[in-house]
């Protein structure tokens, strides 16, 4: 069975022919032993003439178990198998992968033919057993085509049919080429090149060198951007596009890799797919007399092994030279970015061969503006040089055009890039968005805080954000733990006009004039820069994107939805400076947003607005808020209520310890403190029982917020207690929520400690429990800060009350003298209470039940004479 220099289909023909009176197993192990026989000969010319027919012997095995298979199970639907990569191109070597996929012209996910045949070849080694190797084919419709990108999409560049009865591989490859981006897959193809070739040792390197990825993959990146003008076969570039010479090259170090293949011993993969037979190291070098033969004397394997590594020396200047001039003269002929585009890569970057050429305004700036697109799309810079040519003074006549619509809903590449490189150029922006020169040159909190930075780049940094956020792989809000809650999963789930919406009002968020600018402008109590630090075009909101929008070539949905998160962009800070998220809060904030969609949106935009200035890690008890708000009137957009009884149950909890606790009530099991249960669960269940009387305080961190929880019995004033005791310690405390399990006199109660204060977290638990045991602080009003400022009460319903108090100065202990003042002179049961700074001081919002026998009007009365 000695393997003649043939061609690839007279192999094949010799494989079919031994088929009739052998088992493909033993043909396979015998076609295989005379193949390596070739390996290990002398002859360093027939790289192609091993190769091709070590492919043959896989190839008509393969197609020939494909066919019986087909035809066993009557499948009636065309169906191929393809080669691909190396294995396309019949380069196969004693350690290559077999590429191999199943393509079909049909449904692959519930096909029992697909099935059948991934249990023979994936799923068991039923094939290995019946033909003597193994092979995982990948499974394939027409459908996937179009889908197929960077290395996938350059395996199938060398696709050939090994099975195919009725066409289906040139189907499918038309369906490639009717749908690839040529040049996308240049880009690739080069960056991969550029990457390897910077990894890629010295040509007279020998203590380590990957022939496959230093020199086989280099020479193939040419051969690549090539084939990838039309998406041809490498073959086809081998035979009208490759130097004999260069080519030759490539396959004598295909033949010396096949011989090092054999001589090494075997080993598995490594986790990137690389085989450790290809890396040669100076003993590999040292060793090429070897390939002499056992019959050469030491005279003729020295000059054997001299020779080889002279060739060796050639082949990879030759293969490295031959991927080098190809890359740098696709650039400097230019790379159009598709066939007839003045759009063009150059060694300096993307240029437009026309736009100067444009006698109108208009004109000039769709070319512009569409070269701006082609490089925030493909992730390469415009070339500087057109800051003097396609963008020469834009300032003076670049105009509204769609294709400022096309830079924002691009959903590749860096819109921040784009916008970064617009700025170079003085008064563009503000030509596209008016207003814009007066905002860059503005000052505000932020800009007088830090002194450092002007407010554009702020603008940057928030653009930046989002595109962080949108990279990050996240699990949805409502899997797991609801506690995961994060603006990623939000982002994830934007449909691309509201994403785009996201997007043009983080870049144009203080450009329309609102309701809330006009009202500031009035405010004479405010300073000239709060008063006009916001709308600066002019124009109200009402009216800006309409104006512009069909300019710029936005849809109407888009722009209405980028009003609606103008008009909103507070919507999150105001409803969460009440510190309740409870029924009515989430129903509000569901009839604000409409819809889901701009429920998510409305989150992703405030999360990357507020990323650095009033960002989590400056205002935690804030954003937990926020986070679960968010949370809570998702669930009221699906009509998800919390089923407590089941998360307990999963949790282990009987059914007497699931009725403590599920009493804590909805409220707490539909948002983000049901996820600290299982921390005083069981000390609650103690506590119902009368196991125990000792209350439990432990310190809890969600996200960059620092709980204090605290599970006891209930008593009046407990709030007054807890509060007292941490103002004694020094403790600052931003936000108070309080959850009753009223049918067991029980409460689970969070204290939110501000941050950036040093705390004993370790002590402080105890010292907590034991004033909560003590019942301290109840009976004197003894050094109370003085609450010197308005208080307020609103009675929305009989009983339930909204205390607001505003102040002038802030002092330590403010929350702890409200607490006090509401249990000994209201006698009120405290659900939350919330603190922040405004701009004139500090605010408390408190909400409380009071007494029965004690009216909103009497409750006034009191807090009017001894508040």
């Known amino acids: 069975m000695k393997c003649s220099p043939e061609t690839p289909e007279t192999h094949e023909d010799r494989v079919r022919g031994l088929l009739g009176g052998s088992a493909p197993l033993e043909i396979h192990r015998q076609w295989l032993a005379d193949n390596n026989q070739l390996i290990l000969g002398p002859d360093l010319d027939n790289a192609r003439e091993i190769m091709s027919a070590r492919t043959a012997v896989h190839d008509v095995l393969v197609a020939r178990w494909a066919e019986a298979r087909q035809q066993e199970f009557g499948y009636e639907r065309p169906f191929a198998v393809v080669a691909h990569g190396g294995t396309g191109r019949r380069e196969l ?33 039923t094939f290995e057993e019946h033909h003597g190797f193994a ?12 889908l197929l990108d960077e290395k996938d999409l350059n395996s199938f560049l060398d696709m050939r049919a090994v099975y195919d009865p009725t066409g289906l591989a040139e189907k499918f490859r038309a369906r490639i080429r009717a749908t690839y981006d040529p040049f996308q897959h240049f880009l690739h193809v080069r960056e991969f090149w550029r990457t390897q070739l910077n990894r890629s040792p010295a040509c007279d390197r020998i203590d380590e060198f990957d022939i496959k990825n230093d020199a086989l993959r280099l020479f193939q990146s040419g051969v690549w951007t090539l084939a990838g003008r039309d998406y041809l076969h490498s073959g086809e570039i081998y035979r009208s596009q490759v130097h004999p010479r260069d080519l030759e090259a490539y396959l004598f170090l295909l033949r010396i890799r096949c011989w090092m293949h054999l001589r090494k011993p075997p080993a598995a993969m490594t986790a990137l797919g690389n085989h450790p037979q290809d890396v040669f190291r100076f003993d590999d070098f040292e060793s090429f007399g070897e390939m002499a033969g056992p019959d050469a004397g030491p005279r003729e394997q020295f000059e054997f092994a001299n020779e080889v590594r002279a060739r060796f020396l050639s082949a990879r200047r030759r293969v490295l030279g031959f991927a080098r001039g190809i890359i740098h003269t696709e650039l400097r002929r230019g ?3 598709r066939p007839g585009s003045p759009i063009t890569l150059g060694p300096g970057g993307l240029f437009h061969a026309e736009a100067r050429r444009s006698r109108t305004d208009p004109g000039r700036s769709r070319a512009a503006l569409s070269l701006l697109h082609a490089a925030q799309r493909y992730g390469v810079p415009v070339d500087p040089s057109e800051l003097q040519g396609a963008f020469d003074n834009a300032g003076d006549w670049l105009e509204r ?3 400022v619509a096309m830079l924002f809903s691009e959903p590749r590449g860096s819109l921040a890039d784009s916008f970064e490189f617009l700025s170079q150029i003085d008064g563009a922006e503000d030509r596209l968005f008016p207003g814009r020169r007066a905002f860059e040159a503005s000052l505000d909190e932020r800009v007088l805080a830090e002194r450092a930075d002007l407010r554009s780049r702020f603008e940057l940094g928030k653009l930046r954000r989002l595109e962080e956020l949108l990279s990050i792989q996240a699990p949805s809000p409502t899997d797991g733990d609801p506690g995961a809650v994060s603006p990623a999963a939000a982002a994830a789930m934007l449909d691309s006009d509201h994403l785009t919406a996201v997007k043009l009002a983080l870049k144009t968020k203080r450009l329309p004039l609102t309701v809330e600018d006009e009202k500031a402008r009035l405010d004479e109590s405010r300073s000239w820069i709060e008063r006009f630090s916001s709308g600066f075009s002019g124009v109200p909101l009402e009216e ?3 104006r512009f929008g069909r300019e710029y070539g936005f849809a109407d949905d888009i722009l209405a939805i980028t009003e609606f998160l103008i008009a909103n962009r507070r919507a999150f800070k105001d409803h969460t400076l009440e510190g309740q998220n409870d029924r009515e809060q989430v129903r509000r904030f569901r009839d604000r947003c409409a819809t889901e969609q701009r429920l998510h949106a409305l989150y992703v935009f405030t999360c990357a607005d507020r990323f650095e200035w009033g960002a989590e890690s400056r205002e935690p008890a804030r954003w937990f808020v926020i986070r679960e708000l968010y949370l809570k009137t998702l ?16 949790d282990g909890y009987d059914a007497e310890a699931r009725a403590v606790i599920e009493d804590l009530g909805t409220g707490f099991f539909g948002g983000l403190y049901g996820r600290h249960k299982n921390r005083f669960g069981s000390h609650l269940v103690q506590l119902a029982s009368r196991d125990t009387d000792e209350p439990k305080a432990a310190i809890l961190h969600d996200g960059a917020a620092v709980i204090l929880g605290v599970a ?3 008593f009046p004033g407990l709030a007054a207690c807890i509060t007292g005791e941490l103002w004694k310690r020094g403790v600052r405390v931003g936000q108070v929520h309080c959850f009753s399990a009223r049918n067991h006199g029980l409460v689970l109660d969070f204290f939110h400690l501000a941050p950036d204060q040093d705390i004993d977290t370790q002590k402080l638990p105890a010292h907590v429990e034991e004033a909560v045991a003590r019942r301290l602080h109840l009976d004197s009003s003894e050094a109370l800060p003085e609450l010197a400022g308005t208080i307020e009460l609103h009675e929305p319903q009989p009983g339930k009350c909204r205390i607001r108090y505003s102040g002038s100065q802030d002092s330590a202990g403010l929350i702890h003298a409200l607490c006090w003042k509401l249990f000994h002179h209201l006698r009120a049961d405290i659900h939350g209470l919330n603190a922040h700074n405004t701009r004139t001081g500090p605010v408390m919002l408190a909400h409380v039940s009071l007494p ?7 409750a006034r009365r009191i807090m009017e004479e001894r508040f």
Do not use: K, M, W
Not at 95 to 124: K, M
């Open 852 to 858: 029965h026998d004690l009216a909103g009007d009497a």
């Open 335 to 337: 790379r159009q970015v």
């Open 135 to 146: 092979f995982e084919p990948t499974r394939f419709n027409l459908d996937v085509a179009p």
């Open 401 to 403: 055009v769609p294709e």
């Open 93 to 125: 070597t004693p350690c290559s992968d077999l590429d191999y996929t199943l393509l079909f012209d049909d449904d692959i996910e519930h096909n029992a033919f697909v099935q059948s045949l991934a249990a023979e070849t994936c799923e068991s080694r």
């Open 712 to 714: 006891a019995r209930d």
């Open 544 to 546: 800006y994107y309409r």
């Open 635 to 650: 669930h009221a957009f699906r009509s998800i209520s919390p089923d407590a009884a089941a998360v307990l149950r999963a």
